[in-house]
């Protein structure tokens, strides 16, 4: 597809400094000092002020609330009409790190102890060496509001530490990292061939590896008290990794999505005393005890599943409608368990890892739809993330003294059609252009005389696209069709390419969403497209997992 597979992989290489030059997630400005008036801010959860000045200099918050002073070098922007907020806090993703390749695989796998490389036992890492301060998910995360995110490395049963992100644009690792190291990651994936494997062998691993280092953290305090007549201790630097985790200085951070693997960590927590967060969690409904009476820090999983569609068939039988009934009860029980947390006075975060962009937000208003408040939302985005993760004297409000995290909206936030306008992180500004809605025809006036098709359903028909990225612009059809009540099309090229099938193909709600795979040198690599359709355009972000980067889709429909 227009020679696709060549162009992406050679824009793979060249991304991070293209986005040096050019940052397609908004730009940042200059001055460092800013008085964003007549706003309507929302301070924290709960808390709003109507026409209110909110004041920042050199990345504070200085000043909030009406009559505030204004700087003489501040920039004014008047903020009528529209909406301040605290910037949102990501309790786990892999923003801004970049996944490592793979390792070979080791001649003998049949050993009790491989490589600690392989079996991905390297609690000493930190994510700091996989930190990519050019990455493009740093500015795609922030255009939907995120300030902060706690990313964790890539890797296996313990890729080693996650730290505190700011999503800024930055040329030195050091401008990014707000607190290092702030917990140590942890997840249920064992080493293909090799020990520990399977959910057995881990747990095993696991056990095996915090008592020996509880013993040479003793070992080491008693050769620190009096050395004579004891072996010098050895510099193991698994064992050393575990140090803080045992004195209670430091978390560990278990990523776990299903009930059976909260129940498993929360296991090893009881059996080993360390401190547990939990992130990524999908299944929470069956564990809400045992978290309120433990306490253990939770970030839910923002991925929801689809929506089940309706089996169009007059003449169901009575398995088809069983089915029907199981599927919406399921995808209820999903979509319900925010608010049921929030019922039981279970403080939570979310984590984006795992949730393409274009859902997030989609996906927030689902929760809300079913139970989750508005003012339980944004706490669980701000306020909740901010103390579990130990910053909440930083950050998380919009209040004088904390870092100058900002996020303004065209419309409160918690409303289909607000759009951020402007992300202060750091007290650096970030803009972003704003899409004016169209005006609905009034009652009445003339229709577009469109065929039948098309008016029934707006994605069907052929649209023209163009597919932007470092390496240039590619262009091509999309051509959609409706079979027998399910989406069909494929992706042409301008260059007479083979064409792409478009897999996947779903509508629902003004969202487009479809993946397509292309040849990446004999590996099959596989990109996911999301994005809005409004009238005759369709605006998307293509993402492509296997690299960690986004880019840019937009099409019009072709015809009147």
Do not use: C
Not at 134 to 144: F, Y
Not at 212 to 223: F, T
Not at 393 to 415: H, L, Q
Not at 429 to 453: I, Q, S
């Amino acid at each position: 597809m227009l020679r696709l597979h060549l162009v992406l992989l050679l824009s793979f290489t060249v991304l991070h400094t293209s986005l040096a030059q050019s940052d397609p997630s908004g730009t940042s400005a200059v001055t460092r000092t800013y008085a964003i008036t007549n706003a309507t801010v929302i301070t924290k959860p709960g808390s709003e002020m109507k026409d209110a000045t909110v004041v920042i200099k050199d990345g504070l918050i200085v000043g909030v609330g009406k009559n505030q002073t204004i700087p003489a070098d501040a920039e004014v922007i008047d903020a009528s009409g529209l909406y301040v907020y605290p910037a949102f806090i990501d309790g786990l993703a892999n923003t801004g790190a970049k996944r490592p390749e793979n390792l070979p695989r080791p001649q003998n796998l049949f050993t009790p102890d491989p490589p600690n490389d392989y079996a991905g036992i390297t609690p000493e890492n930190s994510v700091l060496s996989q930190l990519d301060v050019k990455s493009s998910t740093i500015g795609n995360i922030r255009k939907i509001g995120f300030a902060i995110s706690h990313t964790a490395p890539y890797g296996r049963m313990l890729p080693g530490s996650g730290s505190l992100i700011l999503l800024k644009d930055a040329n030195h690792m050091d401008e990014l990292v707000l607190a290092k190291d702030v917990a140590l990651y942890a997840q249920f994936v064992g080493a293909p061939g090799a020990y520990p494997g399977n959910i057995l062998g881990i747990m095993a691993k696991w056990r095996n590896l915090y008592r020996n280092a509880v013993q040479h953290k003793d070992h080491v305090a008693l050769y620190a008290e009096n050395p004579s007549g004891l072996p010098r201790p050895v510099n193991d630097r698994v064992s050393m990794a575990f140090h803080p985790v045992i004195a209670q200085r430091k978390a560990v951070m278990f990523d776990v999505s299903s009930m059976l693997d909260v129940r498993r960590a929360m296991r090893l927590q009881n059996d080993l005393g360390f401190k547990l967060m939990i992130a990524g969690v999908e299944q929470a409904w069956d564990i809400m005890d045992e978290l309120k009476s433990t306490g253990t820090p939770i970030f839910l999983s923002m991925d929801l599943p689809d929506e089940p569609k309706e089996i169009k068939d007059k003449d169901k039988s009575e398995e088809v409608i069983a089915l029907e009934a199981k599927r919406d009860e399921f995808y209820k029980t999903y979509v319900t368990q925010a608010g049921k947390l929030q019922e039981a006075g279970i403080k939570f975060g979310f984590s984006t890892k795992g949730t393409s962009n274009g859902k997030i937000k989609k996906n927030l208003m689902t929760m809300i739809e079913n139970g989750l408040s508005e003012d339980a939302a944004l706490a669980a985005l701000t306020t909740n993330p901010a103390s579990m993760l130990g910053i909440d004297k930083v950050t998380g409000t919009v209040e004088s003294g904390k870092m100058a995290n900002v996020m303004i909206t065209t419309a409160p936030y918690f409303t289909k059609d607000s759009q951020v306008k402007m992300m202060f992180v750091d007290g650096d500004r970030h803009d972003y252009e704003v899409k004016e809605k169209k005006a609905k025809k009034e009652e009445g006036t003339e229709k577009e005389a469109t065929p039948a098709a098309a008016s029934d359903d707006p994605i069907l028909g052929t649209w023209s696209y163009t597919f932007t990225t470092p390496g240039g612009d590619q262009s091509g059809k999309m051509i959609i069709k409706k079979e027998e009540g399910k989406y069909t099309g494929v992706l042409t090229s301008s260059d007479g390419s083979p064409d792409n099938d478009m897999n996947n193909l779903n509508f629902r709600d003004g969202e487009l969403s479809f993946d397509f795979a292309i040849d990446g040198g004999g590996q099959s690599i596989e990109i996911v497209v999301v994005g809005q359709v409004s009238g005759k355009s369709y605006d998307a972000e293509a993402s492509v997992a296997a690299f960690n980067v986004t880019f840019e889709l937009t099409a019009t429909k072709d015809g009147v």
